[in-house]
């Protein structure tokens, strides 16, 4: 059983699914927006379907495992101790056996929508997918202070990109398709449609256009209404009818500036627990161990840090606490949230930034109404706070302003949730640099900043775009031989290789038919010794090494070590090539 189960995981998965819709089928929606619109709409349906499965199955979890009636553990008045240390253990425990069991089998390609959109057009592996969403779901299950929206946002994603391959839509169509996935995920889970909507424009797709807006507000939509029907769960409505002067904005900016710093801490606290257990001993599967330990003895001082700290949140916007319990309340969970990501277990960072951003605007609240008066609800600094937390995680200001407009309905809390969100995404972009997704990226070597399509990139390699038809003459020639063999006119350029047949340079031969050449020998004609192109480079890195060798044109050799002439690239014919691809994918996006 277990050889077949390596076998099976063992074949790649086809770039081409084995089931196709029919031929009609395929053509109607290839052929007509409003289609795609309506096989959307059946991606939210199916989306919705599995946030409800997995949070009905996560709740059972906590219900069983910690013995607390509600939505999320973290929300409960009291765990009994035992509970809350000895079950983030077992969960730890239970992440090792599975991380054990995948070491010895072949490696599951697990690719996010971020990375699908951005570097695969959108195909997301199935294998990984479940096996993310399985493993999203035991951390939250047995107390890991991570969030389920990865799981989320990768169940809808995964069925996305299926259906898109089952109907073979187009590259942008699927990228697109793969946003509406994740936009239905999180309307779903959040119960807001309008934040499912631009957080697939923002992060998962990257762009906004008019022909996105359809398919992407009917998933959302689809979504919500689908969830609703389901498994309705409490959404977090905080009631503001005011207004905020000019003076509150200051407090506004401040907030802003307050949680990108808090946020950047955050994230620089999960690479250094990583960076800790690098320098360890402890194998990399059995780090959950660890690390749900020490989450059950944080968990031991309150519940906040266990789970998502989405109960948590319901219930710290409606309690007064004081500003010791605040600042507790924030260092525990979000080392707790460091601890659970740095150490193996799977989920993110989006429930916890908005417990902390929200506490964090609680605390805020009470300095500043010590020390010049407040004139609007803590309450609001604490809706400021959330927001703003969250931008400087997930880098989606627009996404966190209509959250804030859809929990309080309020437009003059809105913009001043957009002023702050902005603010923290303007520091973070300067201090630090990345969001936490793209960061993530950042510390496994991926040059992702966003998931703009830059895949196509990576594809245009070298070996694509050279000439493969290339003269050659040997080094050991005369001029006078060279002079023969290539007249003026019949090449520009030829190689040169040496006896064994390696590259050797370039002669231009215009050079060999000067005058001031004439008493010149072959070799002193030679240009561009060391300077080659490899077939697997992509557009980039070619114009990179056009620009470093100050030449435009390059040979192509089978490899550092063999060095062996396989064919030519010119620097035009490579910005020529690159011009066509881009105006291809900006017309599949709708841009063109």
């Known amino acids: 059983m277990f050889q077949s189960l390596k076998a099976r995981l063992s074949r790649p998965e086809q770039q081409d699914p084995g089931i196709r819709a029919p031929a009609w089928l395929r053509a109607f929606v290839r052929g007509d927006e409003i289609w795609l619109a309506v096989l959307a709409a059946g991606i939210g349906i199916v989306a919705a379907c599995l946030v409800a499965a997995i949070v009905t199955a996560v709740q059972s979890l906590h219900h069983i495992l910690f013995a607390v009636e509600g939505h999320d553990v973290s929300g409960a008045a009291a765990v009994d101790p035992w509970r809350a240390a000895l079950v983030p253990a077992a969960g730890g425990c239970l992440m090792a056996g599975l991380g ?86 999180i309307a779903a ?7 499912g909507a631009f957080y697939a424009f923002e992060l998962v797709i990257a762009s906004y256009s008019i022909s996105t807006l359809a398919p992407v507000g009917v998933a959302a939509m689809t979504g919500v209404g689908v969830m609703r029907l389901i498994l309705p769960q409490p959404s977090l409505q905080v009631g503001f009818a005011g207004s905020l002067g000019a003076a509150d904005y200051a407090l506004v900016c401040l907030m802003g500036v307050l949680c990108a710093l808090l946020g950047i ?37 309150t519940p906040a840090v266990l789970s998502s700290g989405h109960g948590a949140l319901h219930v710290g916007f409606n309690a007064y606490y004081t500003a010791p319990v605040l600042l507790a309340l924030i260092g525990l969970k979000a080392l707790a949230s460091a601890i659970s990501i740095g150490s193996g277990f799977r989920g993110g960072l989006f429930f916890a930034s908005l417990f902390l951003g929200a506490m964090l605007g609680k605390l805020v609240a009470i300095g500043w109404m010590l020390a010049v008066g407040l004139t609007i609800p803590a309450v609001v600094i604490g809706i400021v706070g959330m927001c703003a ?31 702050a969100a902005v603010v923290s995404s303007i520091t973070v972009r300067r201090v630090f640099g990345y969001s936490f997704a793209t ?16 895949g196509w990139i990576r594809d245009l390699t070298v070996g694509r775009m050279m000439r493969k038809d290339v003269r050659t003459v040997r080094d050991d020639q005369t001029l006078a031989q060279f002079r023969r063999a290539f007249p003026l006119g019949a090449t520009q350029r030829v190689i040169v290789v040496d006896q064994a047949d390696r590259y050797a340079g370039i002669v231009f031969v215009s050079d060999a038919h000067r005058e001031t050449a004439e008493t010149a020998e072959l070799a002193d004609l030679i240009r561009l010794k060391t300077k080659v192109l490899l077939p697997n480079v992509n557009i980039r890195e070619a114009m990179k090494s056009f620009a470093t060798a100050e030449s435009d044109v390059l040979a192509v050799v089978d490899g550092p070590d063999r060095m062996r002439v396989i064919g030519l690239l010119t620097e035009q014919h490579a910005l020529k090539r690159y011009n066509e691809e881009l105006d291809g994918r900006l017309r599949e996006g709708g841009l063109l």
Request: hydrophobic content about 55%; some cysteine; overall charge positive.
């Open 189 to 195: 889970a959040f119960d807001a449609p309008l934040t």
């Open 439 to 454: 960061w993530r990226f950042h510390l496994r070597g991926e040059s992702i900043r966003s998931a703009a399509d830059v």
């Open 265 to 301: 801490a955050m994230m620089r606290t999960v690479a250094l627990v990583e960076a800790v257990f690098n320098r360890s001993r402890v194998p990399v599967w059995a780090r959950p161990v660890v690390g749900g330990c020490c989450i059950g003895l944080l968990a031991l001082a």
């Open 389 to 419: 937390m969250a931008t400087a995680v997930l880098g989606a200001p627009l996404t966190m302003a209509f959250l804030a407009l859809e929990v309080t309905g309020s437009l003059p809390l809105t913009i001043a949730v957009l002023a």
């Open 100 to 185: 054990w069991l995948l070491a010895r089998l072949p490696r599951l390609s697990i690719i996010d929508p971020v990375e699908a959109n951005a570097l695969h057009g959108g195909r997301i592996p199935i294998h990984g997918s479940l096996l993310l969403v399985l493993q999203t779901m035991l951390s939250n299950g047995f107390g890991a202070s991570v969030g389920m929206e990865a799981g989320y946002a990768q169940a809808g994603a995964m069925v996305a990109s299926k259906l898109g391959r089952i109907f073979h839509v187009r590259r942008g169509d699927l990228r697109t398709l793969v946003g509406c996935g994740t936009a239905a995920a």
